[in-house]
């Protein structure tokens, strides 16, 4: 690993690469992303539009929901503070 780095420091060229390199997979990471949340709108959606035309009491439902994300939100953000913790 020491020599990766060194071999990166020592090269411009290499480092132009490897930071371009690293963009990219940084830039699909993120497209992945957007994918997702784009998917579990459109589930949301549907979900809705299943309690409304069942005759379930929606605003209840959505409470529920939203109280589930914003704990699970909340567990993401604990977890990327203490990521890097090794204590």
């Not at 990471?29 to 035309?53: R, T």
């Amino acid at each position: 690993m020491e020599q990766f780095v060194t071999l990166l420091v020592e090269n411009p060229l290499y480092l132009v690469i490897a930071v371009i390199v690293s963009i990219a997979v940084l830039l699909l990471f993120l497209k992945k992303i957007l994918k997702l949340l784009a998917v579990v709108a459109a589930v949301s959606i549907l979900y809705v539009a299943y309690l409304y035309w069942s005759g379930e009491n929606i605003p209840e439902t959505v409470k529920s929901v939203q109280q589930a994300v914003d704990e699970s939100l909340r567990k993401g953000a604990d977890f990327l503070r203490n990521f890097g913790d090794t204590d």
